[in-house]
């Protein structure tokens, strides 16, 4: 088994290649959830409030990618590594819920790059990763006679992963660049549990955890979220949290198992 354990900017741009090549093809032709509680407002005629959240997640990952015969590549990329080699990122959720219901959908769009030499002629390697996480639940509140500022709903959603890369390679000693680039797209069922925890009339705390995939494309992926949040207007909130997303995604020899985690914060609008 070989190790990849990324510092610095070289390292980083090899270790991200090795996981690269995992997800491209081999014949030449693989939270925000945030803060979930609706601020004390006058409800409109319909009964359903509305937020809209924009947050930043410092991710990390740790696990394994590995493709066709080749041993799976250990692979341990800091939140740090990550952010020094980011690109563009685009992270929202938007949710809806009444008194039973609640409907929440997520979107995390990243872009990295980087570049580096690595062996013993410093051959050249530049790469470049675009990662897509698209969510949606629906969820409906559990009648468990809790307190009324405690919701615990129970949630049926999906959750939507895309990886597309390119790596190009300029060895040292010859005048020539490799190029390959390739996509990997699947899609997972998930059910799971919200619970949100209307602390007072500022303070309020989320929690989200999700099991999925069930082999349907992952064999198994799970979610796990926690945010404690503050409301400095009716209609404005921010949170602090933590979230996790695991994958265990095989295909055709293709091996994505992998954990991105870290701290995030957020700001949301409540209407």
């Given amino acids: 088994m070989k190790t990849l354990v990324l510092a610095g900017k070289t390292v980083f ?20 959830v945030t803060a979930y509680k609706a601020p004390v407002v006058v409800e409109p ?8 959240t924009a947050y930043g997640w410092a991710t990390a990952l740790d696990g394994k ?14 939140a740090w590594d990550v952010l020094r080699n980011l690109d563009g990122a685009l992270m929202g959720s938007f949710l809806a819920k009444n008194d039973n219901w609640i409907i929440l959908t997520d979107l995390i769009y990243a ?31 559990l009648p468990f006679g809790l307190p009324e500022n405690v919701e ?13 890369a390119d790596v190009d390679i300029s060895p040292a000693l010859f005048p020539i660049e490799i190029s390959r680039e390739g996509t990997k797209d699947w899609i997972d069922p998930t059910i799971g549990l919200v619970l949100q925890y209307q602390i007072n009339d500022k303070w309020f705390l989320n ?15 799970a979610q796990g979220f926690a945010s404690l949040g503050y409301m400095w207007t009716p209609s404005i909130s921010s949170a602090i949290g933590y979230r ?11 091996v994505y198992d992998v954990t991105q985690h870290g701290v995030f914060t957020s700001i949301a609008y409540h209407f």
Avoid: C
């Fill in 111 to 141: 872009n990295l790059s980087a570049g580096g030499t690595f062996g013993p002629n410093d051959a050249r390697v530049d790469v470049g990763l675009t990662q897509i996480i698209a969510s949606g639940l629906v969820g409906y509140r």
């Fill in 207 to 221: 929690v989200i955890a999700d099991v999925g995939g069930f082999g349907v494309s992952s064999k198994f992926t």
């Fill in 13 to 32: 741009a090899v270790g991200i290649a090795s996981l690269l090549v995992a997800i491209l093809p081999v014949n030449a032709a693989d939270m925000p």
């Fill in 152 to 164: 615990l709903s129970a949630t049926v959603g999906f959750r939507y992963q895309h990886l597309k």
């Fill in 244 to 254: 996790a997303i695991y994958t265990d995604y095989e295909d055709g020899g293709f």
């Fill in 65 to 78: 990618t590995g493709v066709r015969n080749l041993p799976p590549v250990d692979v341990d990329v800091s």
């Fill in 45 to 52: 005629a319909s009964g359903w409030t509305f937020q809209a």
